[in-house]
């Protein structure tokens, strides 16, 4: 005979829990080397752009226009015609007047030293050491001088955003990338300890330690040793010596002895 069937038993498992991993963005600078046939359409490109965000500039500011999209209604069509550039260079220049307005305030002129890129304007090939720019005259590829360490960080990234700049040791472009960032580990209970004068010790739950004792020897020891100092002879010089240790060992003293109660009933 058959019995009945064992009745099955489920248990109730713990969700499954994922993170997240943190990144960071960091910028990664990176020397370009530009040949000499495309250093002015580079400069030109530099200067369009300065001039971009100035005139935009003087628009924001006799409208008293600070909104992205606003400012963006008010001057792309005409910024774009007056410079020739880049409908993705014009949006960019556009941002960059809005931010240094939220981070300045004060903004007198741009002058022409960079260029912020897009993902429109900008790519980065990682099997060429290489970077695609859009310039005026069209898309570029300049070839990356960059050690170890810039390789590492640019390995397997995508980025979307950089910052092409010129300076007196030529051309450069700053690469944002986006690094992991490690998850924080619980720290141990802290006990925040304030020292000072008329209470030698306060800690952060709120107790104090009266320092009288301590300013009245250290009074005595001011005093002793201006008396001997008027001497001004050999045997007061050793003496100062003598008092000049006694007196760093008693304010060590004083100390590690206060620390140590301010952690035992902090």
């Known amino acids: 005979m058959g019995g009945m069937p064992r009745p099955i038993k489920f248990t109730k498992t713990p969700p499954m829990r994922y993170y997240r991993g943190m990144t960071q963005a960091i910028t990664v600078k990176c020397k370009l080397i530009v040949p000499?046939?495309?250093?002015?359409?580079?400069?030109?490109?530099?200067?369009?752009?300065?001039?971009?965000?100035?005139?935009?500039?003087?628009?924001?500011?006799?409208?008293?226009?600070?909104?992205?999209?606003?400012?963006?209604?008010?001057?792309?069509?005409?910024?774009?015609?007056?410079?020739?550039?880049?409908?993705?260079?014009?949006?960019?220049?556009?941002?960059?007047?809005?931010?240094?307005?939220?981070?300045?305030?004060?903004?007198?002129?741009?002058?022409?030293?960079?260029?912020?890129?897009?993902?429109?304007?900008?790519?980065?090939?990682?099997?060429?050491?290489?970077?695609?720019?859009?310039?005026?005259?069209?898309r570029v590829n300049f070839q990356l001088k960059i050690g170890g360490y810039q390789i590492a960080l640019l390995r397997g990234q995508l980025p979307t955003s950089a910052t092409l700049s010129k300076s007196r040791n030529g051309y450069y472009i700053n690469i944002v990338v986006q690094v992991p960032t490690q998850r924080k580990k619980k720290t141990p209970k802290v006990l925040g300890v304030d020292l000072g004068l008329r209470d030698i010790a306060t800690t952060s739950t709120g107790k104090t330690w009266d320092g009288k004792q301590l300013r009245q020897t250290r009074t005595k020891f001011i005093r002793v040793r201006a008396s001997i100092q008027s001497k001004r002879t050999k045997s007061a010089k050793r003496l100062l010596r003598r008092l000049s240790g006694k007196e760093s060992r008693f304010r060590a003293l004083g100390q590690s002895q206060h620390q140590q109660t301010a952690c035992t009933r902090g």
């Open 36 to 138: 000499p046939d495309l250093t002015q359409s580079v400069d030109e490109t530099l200067v369009g752009f300065s001039d971009a965000c100035n005139q935009i500039l003087l628009e924001a500011k006799e409208q008293n226009c600070w909104n992205t999209t606003k400012l963006h209604h008010l001057t792309y069509k005409p910024v774009r015609e007056a410079t020739g550039l880049k409908a993705n260079h014009v949006c960019q220049a556009i941002r960059r007047v809005v931010n240094q307005h939220i981070t300045t305030k004060q903004i007198h002129k741009f002058r022409p030293t960079s260029i912020s890129l897009d993902a429109r304007t900008f790519k980065y090939i990682e099997s060429l050491q290489k970077v695609g720019v859009t310039l005026k005259s069209g």
